[in-house]
């Protein structure tokens, strides 16, 4: 598996405390209980971290699901391959 894509993960399942990642594709802001606006910031952080990266406040809210967080550290040169 390709290294950045498994941190990515890595950032949900510890943000999220995941056990199963095959959820991941299909999960989107408030659609399970964990990815409140308490995970949504426990994910942020966590991505800063496993990237070395500060994420802005406007991709910070516009980060509403797995998917298009690929999109939006894409800004950041995070070149995640799904």
Avoid: P
Avoid at 21 to 40: A, F, N, P, R, V
Avoid at 46 to 74: C, H, M, P, R
């Amino acid at each position: 598996m390709d290294k950045v894509l498994e941190c990515y993960q890595n950032a949900f399942v510890e943000a999220f405390e995941l056990e199963d990642k095959s959820q991941l594709s299909t999960l989107k802001y408030q659609s399970i209980e964990e990815w409140d606006s308490i995970g949504h910031m426990a994910l942020m952080a966590e991505l800063e971290a496993q990237f070395g990266i500060t994420i802005k406040t406007e991709d910070l809210i516009q980060f509403e699901s797995y998917n298009q967080g690929v999109d939006i550290l894409a800004r950041y040169n995070v070149r995640i391959t799904l």
